[in-house]
């Protein structure tokens, strides 16, 4: 007979491994992810055509996936543990019960059990029942009401009453090597469903969300047809739509700068372009001189502030080593969906949970003074008007002692005769192009991080304002700040 929900676990566990969303796969099949989601629920099967298809994508026989024969968990299996999950367990024997998961979790997955084992939070063991019998036969034609009184008393099957019961737990690492083949994938399910199958960063975030309308907590509720939702107590909902906190942003009237991104296509062709070279510039790339600074705070949630494609942050998600989470917050849902896509399938870090919001940076839906970081790459200045907005709300949510680690356009000089031609330079062009109200040198900017609440902050020369061209014309069509001069901020709350 076959067993659907086994082999819902599988075609899930070839995903995981895959790194594939359910979204990515349906795209890859060609069916809806909802009937994704139904495969592996157990709830449905896929046709014949499916199977095959399934089969050729992930390298397995149809008979793997349907009986899960050890073929299965042996193909499935030959990656080794990832170092972070490694890291935490000296113990041989953990890691073997480890190892029988791998199969059917994602490497972030096995990271938060690992996580949870390793603190204590988590227990894993197989429960046995001992029970000691009257030797004794029941009687024969014992009236029916007594026989339903012993039936409440706890009667075996063989009508013999139990006299005394116990249950023993034994731990699951002590398992036999086939024990545990055959009992892992019921572990993983039962996990599954006690931790949630909801992405983890929407588990870790919740506890940080308040209402943008109303200001209340906002709870994770129950999912509809695999779509987790948020909810506060005054039924402002908020939908999570192609795995993006939606809260209704639209992009800046007149700078709907996501639609060149036409598809996916187009946006894998963005993330791989090696950028304008100006912004590569200084003895030390801005890049590094970020990582730098992530690498020695250390720091448990980072908020990126208007990220965009992310291009900012992406080169560091590649070295976190400690556990944390990302939260990506821009206007542009579009551009987060893609976000979402490319850094759960291209960009994977077991050690790093991301969640999107597509949000006005401006007015963000996050409690007061609960962030570690927050971190900007031009995302302030592409706020434009409520660019200073930007800057005080990721001020406000900062916990006390919290870091804003930015890059800011900075002019040389205002005093001085190529400051004053570039300031005239910009002024001649319309609103529609114009970014900053005011153009910052470095001590005025200075005096608006203290003038925010600012405790302190450090900055660092990336490269300087560049030569004046001859004449009245301003030279750039786009990216139009590349004129001045960066600064790598380091902010203290």
Request: hydrophobic content about 35%; aromatic content about 8%.
């Amino acid at each position: 007979m076959i067993d659907r929900e086994q082999i819902g676990i599988r075609i899930a566990a070839l995903r995981k491994k895959a790194g594939l969303s359910q979204q990515a796969l349906a795209e890859k099949l060609g069916v809806s992810a909802q009937a994704v989601s139904k495969w592996e629920g157990g709830r449905n099967l896929p046709d014949i055509d499916m199977f095959r298809e399934l089969a050729w994508l992930f390298h397995m026989t149809i008979d793997s996936i349907v009986e899960g024969d050890f073929a299965f968990a042996q193909k499935s299996s030959q990656k080794a543990l990832p170092a972070s999950v490694e890291a935490l367990f000296p113990d041989a024997e953990r890691r073997r019960l480890l190892g029988s998961l791998s199969t059917y979790c994602s490497d972030t997955e096995l990271y938060n059990i690992a996580r949870e084992l390793s603190e204590g939070s988590l227990e894993l063991t197989v429960q046995a029942g001992i029970a000691r019998t009257e030797s004794a036969a029941c009687q024969e034609g014992r009236a029916h009401q007594e026989s339903r009184a012993h039936q409440e008393r706890g009667i075996c099957q063989e009508g013999r009453p139990r006299t005394g019961e116990r249950k023993v737990s034994i731990p699951a690492s002590l398992l036999g090597e086939n024990t545990l083949r055959e009992t892992a994938p019921y572990f993983a399910k039962a996990l599954g469903e006690m931790m949630g199958n909801t992405e983890p960063g929407l588990r870790r975030i919740e506890e940080l969300m308040r209402c943008p309308e109303c200001g209340e907590k906002l709870s994770l509720g129950d999912k509809d047809e695999n779509k987790p939702i948020f909810i506060c107590k005054n039924s402002h909902r908020y939908d999570v739509t192609d795995g993006v906190v939606y809260f209704g942003s639209r992009e800046i009237p007149g700078e709907l700068w996501s639609l060149y991104m036409r598809n996916y296509q187009d946006y894998l062709r963005e993330q791989r372009h090696p950028g304008n070279p100006r912004y590569q510039m200084g003895a030390v790339p801005c890049s590094e001189v970020r990582w730098q600074t992530l690498k020695k705070l250390r720091p448990r949630v980072i908020l990126d502030m208007a990220c965009g494609t992310c291009n900012g942050l992406k080169y560091d998600l590649q070295r976190i080593n400690w556990p944390c989470l990302l939260i990506m917050a821009d206007l542009s849902h579009r551009i987060l969906k893609y976000n979402k896509r490319y850094f759960s399938e291209e960009m994977v870090n077991p050690y790093v949970d991301i969640v999107c919001l597509a949000c006005d940076c401006a007015h963000l839906p996050i409690r007061d003074g609960c962030i570690d970081m927050v971190v900007s790459n031009g995302g302030f200045e592409s706020m434009q008007s409520k660019m200073m907005d930007g800057f005080r709300e990721g001020y406000r949510v900062l916990r006390p002692g919290g870091h804003a680690v930015y890059n800011i356009s900075i002019v040389g000089d205002h005093t001085s005769e190529n400051t004053k031609k570039w300031e005239y330079l910009y002024g001649t062009l319309d609103e529609s192009y114009s970014l900053h109200e005011k153009l910052y040198d470095i001590e005025e900017w200075e005096q608006v991080c203290r003038s925010t609440g600012y405790a302190a902050t450090e900055t660092k020369e990336i490269y300087g304002e560049l030569p004046a061209p001859e004449g009245d014309v301003f030279p750039f069509e786009n990216e139009i700040l590349q004129w001045m001069g960066e600064y790598l901020c380091v902010s203290e709350k």
